[in-house]
């Protein structure tokens, strides 16, 4: 690993965790450093043993400084986790501000991690990995419903799907895609449920009239049609929105599909009622006439409000395909 101007002991009191499993992402007061690393010929347990007697070596140190018995100790900070929709480094910007505001209003420190995909991240929060949960509609309610998730906010904005083709595509409507090659990010995005939905209520079955592929997000699958690799994208309408204008001219939208309600906060079942309710308020208060319009505008999720009963009945018809596919 390459750590450029990074002190000995602000490294080690420093929050770390791990994304891909080829990168590690650092946030230390606000700054994220992401650095690629092998192993260098050297193999695992060498690794993890020189880390064991560095962090030891630090540890002899440090105890020998005086420590007054009344001294209080630091809670453990809150683990967040934030769902892959963009890479890790744009991911952690637009995330930094809410993570500033929750340490602000908690007091007490907020580590932000991510996943390589979406399938990961959900097996992450089975585990139990995040205290804090942001997440896609149909994963909060999974989560509510298999490991007792507790909800908190959701953003306000409705989520839809575009079906996306190029200005010069001759389709003109959805029957029209049969025998084309339509591609959509993740397989357990809600997008891709979505419109792959659509795609069926017009009678089109895939595999057998029109082509189906996958990619990694929205921006690939959206790029793959502006390259004309593929002659149809479902993406999310606020990733199409936030465009280069260059491509967007290039681009355009054939139909949208329904709307689900869009991401989600949950809470982790082991935060205690106390933790659970200061979460709550604090993120309910995060809004974009308030500590949250610079999030806001920058991600044009629109507003916080609160997850009801009718939010999560509208998801409900996911939840069972979302089941299959995470098998």
Known sequence: MIFRNVPLISFIAAPVFLVPKEATTIVTRGEMHVRFF???????????????????????????????????TEAAPLQ????????????????????????????????????????TYVQRAVRGDYDIYQT??????LAETEQGY???????????????????????????LRGRIVITPDTLAITSLLGEQLLKEHGLTPGK????????????????????????????????????PEIKRELRVLTKTRAVPHMMIMAHQRLSAVEYTQLKQALLAFTRNGSGR??????????????????????????????ERLK
């Open 38 to 72: 092998s192993l260098g010929g050297r193999n695992l347990r060498q690794v993890i043993l020189s880390a064991v007697l560095l962090a030891a070596c630090v540890f002899s140190a440090s105890s020998a400084i005086a420590v007054s018995p009344t001294a209080k």
């Open 80 to 119: 967040m986790g934030v769902l892959p929709t963009l890479s890790s480094e744009l991911l952690f910007q637009a995330f930094l501000p809410m993570k500033d505001y929750l340490e602000a209003q908690l007091k007490r420190r907020i580590v932000l991690s991510t996943a390589p995909d979406f399938k």
């Open 136 to 141: 896609a509609p149909h994963f909060a309610l």
């Open 150 to 176: 507790r909800r908190v906010s959701r953003f306000t904005r409705e989520l839809d799907g575009y079906v996306v083709v190029r200005r010069e595509s001759p389709a003109q409507r959805v029957e029209d």
């Open 209 to 244: 009239d029109y082509r189906l592929e996958r990619t990694t997000s929205h921006n690939n699958a959206i790029m793959t049609v502006y390259r004309r690799n593929a002659d149809a994208a479902l993406t999310s309408a606020a990733v199409f929105e936030q465009l280069a």
């Open 294 to 323: 610079k999030f806001f505008e920058a991600t044009g999720y629109g507003d916080m409000g609160p997850i009801t009963d009718a939010d999560m009945a509208r998801l409900q018809p996911f939840l069972e395909q979302l089941k």
